[in-house]
């Protein structure tokens, strides 16, 4: 599988009823439950340590210290080649599929190593979703795009419901309900978006990961996108990597800015320069380099 | 590099510039107006009144305009942000110093001790309130965040003047129909004044939040 091409998580291969390998379940109560508290004082979804990415040795990200909390939109943004999606992969091991990526650091996923060899990536790309920048539903009906990932991992109690609940969970169910056997590929860019958002959360994940989830969309499907995204916050964790950096003022909670050092030999890396809140990195950012490049004036 | 938009915004830095000479302006001759009853400086007033208030709607579009087109961020969004403000209490002052002017009215025939210590706190506050909208369009030329508290330090003076009017007159005697009538016009040319003072603090504060975005704004109102 191409992991750059697909638009969810990739299809889940564990046997039916396969318990959870070696990573805590979250019930939908605990991750309501934090909705009020201040962003900074909610649990740790991800904890990443120098965190790194190597591709065929070459070093593409290095140092990577960062803390992703519960019920809310983290966006990651900076300049091309900074880095920020070799990152995002590092939060459900897509890197694991690339040849020759190879990631160091500590990954801490709700306090669990999730680069743990006990830790099976399938189930992890299970709980932590992702949505791409183009739109790849299966060339399949709609209500079976959904109906994919909880067929295959045994989810098939009450199907339909958990196929209705998803797409209305991504705001779809009312444009799709009456042509559910219908192919996906007849919708529109922004519903296709949408139904592969729906894919991901029909196996009840914990977090969704969103890789440039509107550039290929226009702006009344970006817009559709982008209140999902506020909206899932109650129940999930968002993360997105975006280049529209007022999309990231627009849906992020807390804003997370990445940039490219070159070192003596000419090697450029992407960094982590600085996270915050984001009304706080919009209008008062505190490193230098990020007021560059949110102004305008850098990158 | 976005070179339109530091165009845009240098122009909007200028706009503030040439507002506050205005004010400047404004106050000044008022003040004149008021204390030495020159019908020249009562013209210029209104004209200089005039002027800031095509200024102040001229800035404010442009402001709207930069906002929609540029989605400034960061020091950028501050700034523009502070010349929205600043674009405000500049008007405002000018506004106030057009109150002044029509106070202006020669006092009773009776010498008064009085009147040399009122006109003299007038014309103190008058200069100092011109004094501070200088100084605060000139913290923002500069990016200075430390004018605020100059600023604050001379507007207490401003303010004792003020009392200092008030004083005098409470201790008059208000019996005297055209004393009275004098006295309570210099009694609103002082609160006036003393308005002039607090927007040009306002300006100061606006400066400060610019360049680092932390300073507590506390606009002084009323």
Not at chain 1, 277 to 290: D, K, M
Not at chain 2, 108 to 119: C, N, S
Not at chain 2, 143 to 149: E, I, K, L, T
Not at chain 2, 187 to 195: P, S, T
Request: with cysteine; aromatic share 4%.
């Amino acid at each position: 599988m191409d992991p750059t091409s697909d638009s969810t998580a990739a299809p889940p291969v564990t046997a039916p009823g396969t318990p959870s390998a070696g990573l805590a379940t979250l019930s939908v109560e605990d991750r309501t439950a934090s909705g009020s508290v201040p962003i900074e004082e909610r649990e740790v979804v991800f904890d990443c340590q120098g965190v790194g990415v190597r591709y065929n040795g070459k070093r593409a990200l290095r140092d990577v210290d960062l803390r992703i909390h519960a019920n809310a939109v983290t966006a990651l943004i900076g300049p091309s080649g900074c880095g920020k999606s070799t990152f995002i992969r590092c939060l459900n091991r897509m890197n694991d599929l690339i040849p020759g990526a190879a990631v160091d650091g500590a990954v801490a996923y709700h306090g669990e190593d999730l680069y743990d060899p006990q830790v099976d990536p399938i189930e992890v790309r299970k709980r932590i979703g992702m949505v791409f920048q183009k739109p790849n539903p299966f060339p399949k009906s709609i209500y079976d795009n959904i109906a994919f990932g909880p067929r295959v991992l045994g989810m098939k109690d009450q199907l339909d419901d958990r196929v209705e609940q998803a797409l209305k969970r991504a705001a779809l169910w009312d444009e799709v309900k009456d042509r559910l056997k219908e192919g996906a590929l007849g919708l529109s860019g922004g519903q296709q978006q949408r139904l592969c958002i729906a894919r991901a959360l029909a196996v009840e994940p914990d977090v969704i990961l969103m890789d440039e989830p509107c550039s290929a969309l226009d702006p009344i499907s970006t817009s559709a996108i982008e209140d999902l995204m506020l909206s899932l916050t109650d129940e999930y964790t968002v993360v997105i990597v975006t280049h529209n950096m007022q999309q990231a003022a627009r849906v992020a909670d807390m804003t997370a800015f990445f940039s490219v050092d070159q070192g003596e030999t000419g090697a450029r890396c992407g960094v982590l320069v600085e996270v915050d809140r984001t009304e706080r990195i919009f209008t008062n950012p505190a490193n230098e380099r990020t007021e560059a490049y949110v102004t305008g004036r850098f990158g | 590099m976005r070179e339109g938009f530091q165009e845009e915004l240098d122009a909007l830095s200028a706009s503030v510039l040439e507002e506050g000479r205005v004010a400047a302006h404004a106050v000044s001759e008022a003040t004149r107006a008021l204390v030495d009853w020159s019908v020249d400086a009562f013209d210029a007033t209104l004209a200089a009144e005039a002027d800031l208030k095509r200024r102040y709607v001229d800035t404010e579009a442009h402001v709207e305009t930069v906002l929609a087109r540029q989605a400034p961020v960061a020091s950028d969004l501050r700034t523009v942000l502070a010349v929205l403000h600043i674009n405000r209490s500049l008007e405002r002052a000018a506004h106030n110093a057009a109150r002044v002017a029509h106070l202006a009215t020669p006092p009773p025939r009776r010498a008064l001790v009085e009147e040399a210590v009122i006109t003299d706190a007038l014309r103190a506050m008058g200069e100092r309130g011109a004094e501070m909208l200088r100084t605060s369009v000139d913290a923002f030329d500069r990016r200075d965040p430390g004018a605020d508290r100059l600023l604050a330090a001379l507007d207490e003076l401003v303010d004792r003047e003020n009392e200092k009017i008030a004083e005098t007159i409470l201790s008059i005697d208000i019996n005297d129909p055209e004393l009275r009538q004098w006295a309570s016009r210099m009694l609103f040319a002082g609160r006036w004044l003393e308005r002039v003072g607090d927007h040009a603090v306002n300006v100061g504060e606006r400066v400060t939040y610019m360049v680092t975005g932390e300073a507590p704004i506390v606009e002084h109102t009323g």
